[in-house]
């Protein structure tokens, strides 16, 4: 049940904070060393992280196929938070972050993209991903897989801005001939002061199924 290898829209990984060492040179008749320009190392965006267990589970699965299904279902989660959250505005690829949606699911989803993305925020908003939580309930009658459930809590935190923005919802998946692809979703998403975390006075809430 092993994915195929696919693009993937992750950014690099962590930045190594250190130049390169100084280099030295010389010949047999003692010419001055040569000695090459520390070259600095370019800062670049460190991803948001997805940490992910296993939910409840209906039926007998092993172990090891608990840790597959767990390991794909998250990879399709993440690669759809990756493409949804991390730009904004005409920068949100809709056609990435659905990637992995059935045709009927990603057409309902976009039509709810100021939900779903960030593609309803100004292109200039700056937003930080906070770490993603995702929990994974798993059907497995008679050991067979047959579907799972990811529930999925993700924080925004656009920049200049007092309030946060939580994101929370399921996305129902089954599994296919290479991987898993959603088939369903409800999706809400409202702002909240960080100091009072169940302020839920703004919010929105999305759904769709294939």
Known sequence: MSRSPRRTT???????????????????????????????????????????????????????????????????????????????????????????????????????????????????DGVEVRPAVVKVDVLAPGGEVAAATARFRVVLQREGAKRQEKVVGRLMLSPVKKGWKVFGFTVERGSFAPADKTDRADQSKAGGDA
């Open 10 to 124: 992750s950014a690099a990984a962590a930045v190594i904070a250190a130049l390169m060492p100084l280099t030295a040179a010389c010949s047999d008749d003692a010419a001055p060393a040569a000695q090459t320009t520390p070259t600095p190392v370019t800062a670049e965006p460190t991803p948001f992280s997805v940490r992910a267990d296993v939910g409840n589970v209906t039926g007998r699965l092993g172990r090891s196929d608990r840790r597959e299904v767990l390991r794909d279902v998250r990879e399709v989660v993440a690669d759809w938070m990756e493409a949804a959250y991390v730009e904004t505005g005409s920068a949100v690829d809709l056609g990435t972050a659905f990637a992995d949606f059935t045709p009927q699911a990603a057409a309902s989803a976009k039509r709810q993209r100021a939900l779903l993305t960030n593609a309803a925020l100004a292109s200039a």
